[in-house]
């Protein structure tokens, strides 16, 4: 046997890998061996040094904090969720809500007032709340500009009504969602 | 936990039963409930807390380092694939988050070529009052544990303190049987190694006479 071979088959045998035969061959070898019967001798001992050696116990808190932190990083979280899930939904609204406002846009060259207003509602995207409000003075004015804008009117305030349970519905399946966990993102 | 107990009673921890409990709790914390998730610490905190230490050498570290590890654990527990051990996985957490830490850190760590060959022989049969004085032996392997590089120190760690097998180990490593072959035997090459160059040790004169001695009595297989 090799001494190279014999020097790997030791460390397997610290772990009880070795056959009683392959177990026989290098014990044979390493009484031939010298350099080899001082290899084993400091790899047993070192084998049997950290057997010795006792397991850290975890520090007495240690469950508690653990917990403290997983609520907050929870909450955290859970809030994160729910503001993006929220802006998704706000911004699939003015989607909807855009959709007719784009199509009778034909009529709104007749009151570049409500052209404005309209500019106004793009440029505000980023703060939604605002462009909801918007929507509803959109509503408001074109309400005197004519039965087109009555029309527009009803489609705005059908959104805005259909609105509310709709966030209540996102903001039911979003707190159900992450109760039960996501599994593959869905 | 009785029987985890009473295996800390004895100064050692083998492995985390994966009992079917165990199993039962990941789930329910995979479901949300926040309880299952708590007891789970309280099952693996030993593990993972000695693991911690065992890579890091030190005690604040190795406390961040399990919190750390169970908060990922809890923000991953969707990625935990239930037909596996959940021991398997927490500790391979804390294994990577370990080391990953090492590899941050600024420090000289031992290389394959600073080690000589040793001229260490070791003591065929320790005097019983040794092993009594655990805290000063746990603490000089410590010592020769922190020189170890990150990998020959995890490859110790998981086999003497999360007695794993090959098998396991090249799982949660994420590398292969062979290679953890080599990486355990190289570990222990080097801690012998470092060993020698910390003691003494007998001249080849009085090894010879010991192995004469030694051949005379005991098998060493």
């Known amino acids: 046997m090799q001494c190279h071979k014999a020097s790997e088959w030791m460390s397997l045998q610290l772990d009880g890998l070795l056959s009683p035969k392959e177990a026989l061959a290098l014990e044979q070898h390493v009484e031939t061996c010298d350099d080899c019967w001082l290899e084993w001798q400091q790899l047993r001992a070192v084998s049997v040094l950290f057997e010795q050696v006792a397991l850290e116990p975890a520090p007495a808190e240690f469950t508690a904090q653990v917990m403290a932190r997983v609520r907050r990083r929870s909450r955290w979280l859970s809030f994160v969720r729910g503001v993006a899930l929220m802006l998704l939904g706000l911004a699939i ?48 004015w074109s309400l005197f500009g004519g039965y087109g804008g009555l029309v527009l009117a009803g489609c705005v305030v059908l959104v805005m009504l259909l609105a509310v349970p709709w966030v209540k519905l996102v903001a039911r399946a979003s707190a159900l969602h992450m109760q039960m966990g996501v599994r593959g993102g869905a | ?61 190795a406390e961040d380092a399990a919190q ?77 544990l922190d020189q170890l590089p990150p990998q020959y120190r995890e490859v110790i760690v998981l086999r003497y303190w999360q007695e794993l097998s090959y098998v396991e180990m090249a799982e949660l490593t994420r590398s292969t049987e062979s290679a953890i072959k080599s990486r355990l035997h190289r570990a222990r090459q080097m801690v012998a190694a470092l060993l020698a160059e910390q003691g003494g040790g007998l001249s080849f004169q009085e090894r010879d006479q010991r192995r004469e001695a030694q051949n005379a009595v005991s098998q060493s297989f």
């Open chain 2, 68 to 144: 750390e590890t169970f908060l990922r654990a809890y923000t991953r527990l969707s990625s935990y694939d239930p037909s596996r051990k959940f021991s398997s996985w927490i500790l391979s957490i804390a294994s990577h988050y370990c080391i990953d830490r090492l590899r941050r850190r600024r420090g000289r760590n031992v290389s394959m070529e600073e080690i000589q060959s040793s001229r260490w022989i070791p003591d065929e049969r320790p005097e019983p009052e040794q092993e009594i004085l655990g805290t000063e032996r746990g603490r000089a392997i410590q010592a020769v």
């Open chain 1, 93 to 140: 609204l003015l989607a909807v809500a855009w959709a007719p406002l784009a199509a009778l846009s034909g009529i709104f060259s007749e009151s570049p007032a409500v052209l404005r207003a309209l500019v106004s509602l793009v440029t505000s995207v980023a703060n939604l709340v605002g462009t909801f409000f918007s929507a509803i003075r959109l509503v408001l």
């Open chain 2, 1 to 61: 936990m009785q029987r985890r107990d009473a295996a800390q009673r004895d100064g050692r921890l083998g492995r985390v039963g994966d009992s079917r409990e165990e199993q039962a709790w990941a789930l329910r914390a995979q479901r949300g409930d926040r309880e299952a998730f708590a007891q789970l610490v309280e099952a693996y905190k030993g593990p993972v807390y000695n693991l911690a230490y065992r890579m890091l050498g030190d005690s604040g570290a």
